[in-house]
Structure formats: structure tokens, C-alpha cells
Nanobody, 120 residues
Framework: QVQLVESGGGLVQPGGSLALSCAAS????????MDWYRQAPGKQRELVAT???????HYADSVKGRFTISRDNAKNTVYLQMNSLKPEDTAVYYC??????????????WGQGTQVTVSS
């Protein structure tokens, strides 16, 4: 069984920084793209950033220049460095990875979510 475990959320003041991490565990044969999504109260889940297995990245316009996604393939871990945080960044942040467990096909897996609150 494979799973994604997130860590690093919390409360931060506007203008502050937080770093999230998401580690995949289990018998994993392959991991393709890894993504961060977020969902604010009363809103739909939205894509924040994505990174391919080769390191190519894409960001939502709302976080460009402030957030950085990276990954360590040896550790099966994806990171999200969030700087210059704004109150509108407040949301539950979810990790998503396209993984193939040993003997199984590639599909999407979700982490449990971690709360990020930006408030003074």
C-alpha cells in the first residue's frame, strides 16, 4: 500500500513563510508528476504548483514569484516553499502524486491535507 504524508502547515503572519513537505511511502515502482493543491472554505480545490519527474515546474498565477515547488526523487518527497504569504493563501493544502505501486498501474494519490492559515 502506498500513501502520501504531508507536514509543515500552521499559522503564520502575512508576509511570512512556511515550508510544506509530502513524502510518498510504500512499494513504489514509479512516480511521475507531483502537485500541490489547495482548498479554501467554500471554494473549489485548485492547483497551486506541479513538478514533473524531470523537474519542470508550473505555477498558478496567484502564487508565481512567491511559491517554489521542488522534489527529491531519492526520497520520494515533494516540497512547497511559500514566501510572502497573504491571507488569501489560507487553505487546506493537499499533495497529489501520480504513482504506480509495484505491480499496479499509474494513478493519482492524495495526501490527507495540511492547514495553512495566514493571519495577524
Amino acid at each position: 500500500q502506498v500513501q502520501l504524508v504531508e507536514s509543515g502547515g500552521g499559522l503564520v503572519q502575512p508576509g511570512g513563510s512556511l515550508a510544506l513537505s509530502c513524502a510518498a511511502s510504500g512499494s513504489i515502482a514509479r512516480i511521475d508528476a507531483m502537485d500541490w493543491y489547495r482548498q479554501a472554505p467554500g471554494k473549489q480545490r485548485e492547483l497551486v504548483a506541479t513538478i514533473s519527474s524531470g523537474g519542470s515546474t508550473h505555477y498558478a498565477d496567484s502564487v508565481k514569484g512567491r511559491f517554489t515547488i521542488s522534489r527529491d526523487n531519492a526520497k520520494n518527497t515533494v516540497y512547497l516553499q511559500m514566501n510572502s504569504l497573504k491571507p488569501e493563501d489560507t487553505a487546506v493544502y493537499y499533495c497529489n502524486a501520480h504513482m504506480a505501486p509495484l505491480g499496479f498501474v499509474l494513478r493519482s494519490y492524495w495526501g490527507q491535507g495540511t492547514q495553512v492559515t495566514v493571519s495577524s
